[in-house]
């Protein structure tokens, strides 16, 4: 037996007060409460099992939901799959059968966890009705799963926000620092106090840190930037290049809620000369809508109604106003514990511009193969304009090596010379992991659009991975 099935047996010994005992049957580790009633027929007593529950793989003990009358009839079939089982013991079949059986569960297992994590990533608020239709398995099943991966992965719910709506634009700043290097502790402390950083991690390789920021996209941007170098580890010898960075659909930054502050500016105010919102603009509860649901993107509005202190319905118009304006993309997920051996960013600096050009078909086609890992294996991708190319963060899996990702890449990008930058700690902020539905990408669009690719057969290349 496991030893995580056997902890956890012990365990519900001691709460339980009877004694318990699991055992193999139909694949799956079960529970029984095993009592002797003594039959005067006989003379003796007789062994009676009561049917608990089961044990997933990782320990997780799942009660049965069945009454007791059911219960006599569930261990009169097990009785039998038992002996079914103990006679394919018997046979030199058996190791085999029970592996092949075991490899198609955890196939099953992993194709309703992929469906699921999907269909979360392009919209949290799906029901669980309506995960039930994309899975084709029952809400228990549906339930469970969810409850597992949330667990597993430490999964929170939160806004894919367009902020280019409110006039800001992204940038990324890649500092090196030319002596000393502050402790960790204090470019948290000073990178966290300004607001307009969403995220910042310590690097290691052709930077020392990698930070992505946010400034307003027109004359002010060169003021915030300047700023920034002034109040951020402005005591030590460091080389800033920054740059623009133009996301491209492929994952985002999530907003810290300091930034939320920034952000009251754009709270609409009626006065003679603005009667009604700007197109950069929102109202007081569109605004409380955002902070409650960049917590928490999936609570329900009669919830967020009561924390916001509107009237019944508020949030969920002023969600689906925020949609239909394009200020929320989507409602998503976000995965905090990724078993990623490390997160590595790669920078394509592209040097010859033909080349790049004819090789960008290709790039665009790797960029959005599904990997059939835990996560998209490209965490976020934009546009950079210093270096002038493409900036790549990837999740590191077990038993992948990012030469073989950057070899794979720059095959795809002929003209550009690639630099791996590794990431040992984030240390402001979250870079958003997710697994999203690559079929509903730009990528997927400018490949049909653009370069004429039939839609089922481009579908077939893209999941062909998995």
């Known amino acids: ?39 005067k027929e006989k003379g003796r007593s007789d062994k009676v099992t009561k049917y608990l529950g089961w044990f997933t793989e990782d320990g997780v003990f799942i009660p049965a939901e069945h009454r007791d009358e059911r219960t006599k009839k569930l261990n009169e079939m097990e009785k039998g799959e038992k002996e079914r089982l103990t006679a394919l013991h018997d046979s030199q079949n058996e190791p085999e059968l029970k592996r ?20 979360l990533s392009m919209d949290a608020r799906k029901t669980i009705p309506e995960l039930v239709k994309i899975t084709g398995i029952k809400e228990t099943a549906v339930a469970y799963h969810l409850r597992n991966l949330e667990r597993r992965y430490d999964i929170e719910y939160v806004l894919e926000i367009d902020i280019e709506r409110f006039g800001y634009i992204d940038y990324v700043a890649f500092g090196k620092f030319i002596d000393k290097k502050p402790a960790v502790k204090q470019m948290k402390e000073e990178l966290e106090r300004y607001p307009y950083v969403q995220a910042a ?31 951020v580890l402005s005591s030590y010898d460091i080389e800033w290049t920054m740059s623009p960075a133009y996301f491209s659909g492929l994952g985002f930054i999530p907003l810290r809620k300091e930034f939320f502050e920034v952000l009251r500016d754009k709270v609409w105010k009626r006065t003679k000369e603005t009667p009604r919102p700007e197109h950069d603009q929102i109202t007081e509860v569109e605004y409380n809508v955002l902070m409650a649901m960049n917590k928490n993107a999936a609570a329900d509005f009669a919830s967020i109604d009561r924390e916001i202190g509107a009237e019944r319905g508020r949030s969920n118009y002023a969600y689906h106003r925020l949609i239909d304006r394009g200020i929320i ?30 090789g960008r ?26 270096p002038k190319g493409v900036l ?29 930058i590794v990431v040992t700690d984030i240390i402001v902020g979250s870079v958003n992991s997710r697994f999203s539905d690559k079929l509903k990408t730009r990528q997927y669009e400018i490949l049909i659009s653009r370069y004429n690719y039939n839609p089922e057969k481009l579908k077939e290349m893209i999941k062909g991975s998995i």
């Open 329 to 358: 993309k989507r409602a998503t997920i976000n995965m905090r514990n990724l078993p990623s051996r490390f997160d590595t960013l790669f920078i394509l600096n592209t040097i010859n511009i033909e080349s790049w050009s004819k």
């Open 201 to 231: 991690m310590i690097t290691k390789g052709e930077y020392d840190v990698v930070v992505l920021l946010v400034a307003e996209s027109n004359s002010n941007a060169r003021g915030a930037l300047y700023n920034f170098t002034r109040e």
């Open 100 to 119: 092949a059986d075991e490899g198609m569960r955890r196939r099953e297992t992993e194709r309703h966890e992929r469906d699921i994590l999907m269909a």
């Open 361 to 386: 078909e290709k790039f665009i086609l790797e960029l959005i193969k599904e990997s059939g890992l835990q996560a998209d294996t490209y965490s976020f991708v934009c546009d950079i304009m210093s």
């Open 392 to 420: 790549l963060m990837a999740h590191i899996f077990k038993d992948q090596n990012p030469d073989t990702l950057a070899e794979r890449l720059i095959g795809e990008a002929g003209g550009a010379r690639i630099y791996e």
């Open 1 to 39: 037996m496991p030893e995580n099935i056997e902890k956890a047996v012990e365990r519900i010994r001691k709460e339980y007060g009877h004694y318990v005992e699991a055992k193999m049957l139909r694949g799956r580790y079960r529970l029984f409460q095993a009592t002797s009633v003594y039959n």
